[in-house]
């Protein structure tokens, strides 16, 4: 039995990569029904023909269209906001398109499911919404702050919606992350293309990235941001072990891209003083938040305990991955 058995649930962006892992995730319990809404209808027909279950229901529509999600939402326990335009250079050119998606939008899923009275919604951010140096990572950050100040204004009497955020990193071998590139590369001969040998990012598994999703939305009260806990890896152990498995072929080292870091931050050092470790999460709490004055967040998460050994959770200082165990980890995600 799982918290989610007998609700419905909507999975914004619920086509995409996430969306999709999620959904089979989901199927797996006793859920009620999954809304699938996004506005890629070609996936949608893909993903009902793939899924076959009566369970799912198949929304097209735009975060940009506050009415079309009203409708979506009626009846709805839980939603999760996945729908964002994501890469970063396309970004960069066309920078008010991800403003009308990522901040306009996710204040129109906000602002629904407050009508709607969803018990939560949780929305999924990014490792660039901190310190953001991209167009991208500013607009996730302010995805993030509409989620957890969403709680400050509500009457609790009359709207039940309690809000949260979730920021990880890029999921390991995801489509169109540097995982499969590589590959794409020495399978074909071409040089490998390295952007800084001193390169690190955190490293999550889409399954590790589902299992933080679900256990961050059973423990959310409302106006958290939560941070699994993770290594992280260096880009030029990951080639390696990526040639060890697929060949050898040349390097080239072309620079870090505009708007890329060299290393990620999950919680900069201004947000450590709000930091807290709960089990195997970190969870950043919002000072605006009655709920996370130190006296109540520690009668309301039982053994919580403030960050004290971190000065700034970035990928060049947590612990890293054996290359021997990034061998096994990606052989048991392309195999």
């Known amino acids: 039995m799982t918290v989610f058995d007998g609700k419905k649930i909507l999975i ?20 009620d029904s999954v809304r699938i809404f996004s506005r890629n209808e070609h996936k949608q027909i893909e993903m009902e023909s793939e899924f076959n279950d009566s369970r ?34 396309k970004i960069e050119y066309n920078p008010f398109e991800a403003i009308k998606t990522n901040v306009i939008g996710s204040q129109n899923v906000i602002d629904a499911c407050i009508k709607a009275n969803v018990k939560k919604a949780v ?27 969403a709680n400050n204004f509500l009457n609790k009497e009359k709207c039940q919606t309690r809000f949260i955020a979730l920021r990880y990193g890029n999921v390991l071998g995801s489509s169109g992350s540097v995982v499969p590139k590589i590959i794409e590369q020495i399978k074909n001969n071409k040089k490998i293309t390295i952007t800084d040998p001193q390169m690190t990012r955190f490293s999550i598994t889409m399954d590790e990235a589902l299992d933080f999703i679900l256990k961050a939305t059973e423990l959310g009260q409302g106006s958290e941001i939560f941070v699994p806990k993770l290594k992280a890896y260096s880009i030029i152990d990951l080639i390696e072990a990526l040639q060890e498995m697929f060949g050898k072929t040349e390097q080239e080292i072309i620079g870090v891209r505009p708007g890329e870091k060299l290393h990620e931050s999950l919680i ?10 709960y089990n195997d999460v970190y969870l950043v709490a919002n000072p605006l938040y009655p709920l996370f004055h130190d006296n109540e967040i520690k009668s309301a998460y039982h053994n919580i305990s403030k960050v004290e050994n971190l000065v700034e959770y970035s990928s060049d200082k947590v612990e890293k991955i054996p290359k021997k165990e990034l061998v096994n980890t990606i052989k048991s995600l392309v195999v």
């Open 268 to 277: 900069n050092r201004e947000e450590m003083r709000y930091a807290w470790k």
């Open 56 to 89: 799912l229901r198949f929304f097209l529509g735009d975060i940009r269209d506050y009415h079309r999600l009203e409708r979506a939402l009626e009846d709805v326990d839980v939603v999760f906001h996945a729908a964002a335009l994501k890469h970063v250079t």
């Open 12 to 31: 914004t962006g619920g086509t995409g990569s996430l969306g999709q892992a999620l959904t089979k995730r989901l199927l797996k319990s006793k859920v």
């Open 123 to 149: 929305c999924v951010g990014t490792d660039k919404a901190v310190s953001p140096l991209n167009t991208y990572g500013a607009t996730k950050l302010l995805m993030e702050k509409l989620f957890v100040t």
